[in-house]
């Protein structure tokens, strides 16, 4: 959901956030940044080697981050595989979600009183407006620059967001956009009509079917969204397709004659069932 949307300003480390200032900082930057090494992390923040450490090890030791191993692709040279420091689902909640609960609260009223339907046009109510200022940002010729460019909106609305080349997905190369912090995450594990809504969103945004493979909400580390790389009914070079998008259940595709949304779920397999 957009800043200010559901919940208000998102993404910021509160007085529940994890330690002193700079500790804080680690933190935020892994959350930000996603799998790190020590190094890039002191880099970035102007930490000694000692002084990063040290702070890697308080937020280890509080359970606010762990390590991983970095993956490695082809021959790779001696010397250990880099250690990745990775942010905890605790790590995760100890960022603000400001007003989760009453957020919650509102739209458990609203699917009581009003049905799930309900849910659903508010949610796509709420997106209509980050659709509106993202249309400008992302309207740019190849679907590569648009997916960057929709990361970019999204990291200064608070989703610490990254985009690159996907694995290909049947056969069909894409990219893939990932976002590493959901201000509403609480909220959209028990409503994934605000998820749906986004991902509806996202397609029409890009001009291509979006496939949601992963959620924070569902209990992922990330949110990862598969873009199709070759876009279904672009209306010309430069623009985003104006043809309709339709999403069910976290698969997004062009609505074709004949062919309604449960079907592109069935053959795909949707995430949020």
Do not use: W
């Amino acid at each position: 959901m957009p800043r200010g949307g559901l919940t208000g300003s998102a993404g910021h480390a509160g007085p529940a956030g994890p330690g002193s200032p700079t500790r804080g900082q680690v933190a935020r930057l892994i959350l930000e940044l996603g799998p790190s090494t020590a190094a890039t992390l002191g880099s970035r923040l102007g930490l000694t080697p000692a002084a990063i450490r040290r702070h890697l090890d308080n937020l280890i030791a509080e359970g606010l981050i762990e390590t991983r191993t970095a993956r490695t692709y082809g021959n790779r040279g001696r010397g250990r595989p880099a250690r990745l420091y990775v942010i905890t689902d605790a790590g995760r909640s100890a960022f603000e979600h400001a007003y989760d609960d009453l957020a919650t609260s509102a739209l458990r009223f609203l699917a009581e009183t009003a049905g799930p339907e309900a849910v659903t046009q508010f949610a796509r109510r709420q997106l209509a407006d980050l659709e509106l200022r993202y249309a400008p940002v992302v309207d740019q010729p190849e679907l590569a620059d648009r997916v960057q460019a929709l990361a970019g909106a999204l990291t200064a609305d608070g989703y610490a967001a990254s985009a690159g080349p996907a694995p290909a997905i049947g056969g069909m190369s894409g990219e893939q956009l990932c976002q590493h912090h959901c201000p509403v995450a609480h909220v959209a594990a028990e409503f994934p009509q605000l998820c749906e809504a986004e991902t509806e969103a996202f397609g029409r945004l890009l001009g291509t079917p979006v496939q949601r493979l992963a959620t924070i909400a569902h209990g992922d580390g990330i949110c990862t969204t598969h873009v199709t790389g070759q876009p279904v009914g672009k209306a010309g070079a430069g623009k985003a397709s104006t043809a309709t998008v339709v999403v069910h259940k976290g698969i997004s595709g062009p609505a074709e004659p004949g062919r309604i949304a449960s079907d592109i779920t069935a053959e795909s397999g949707g995430l949020l069932t």
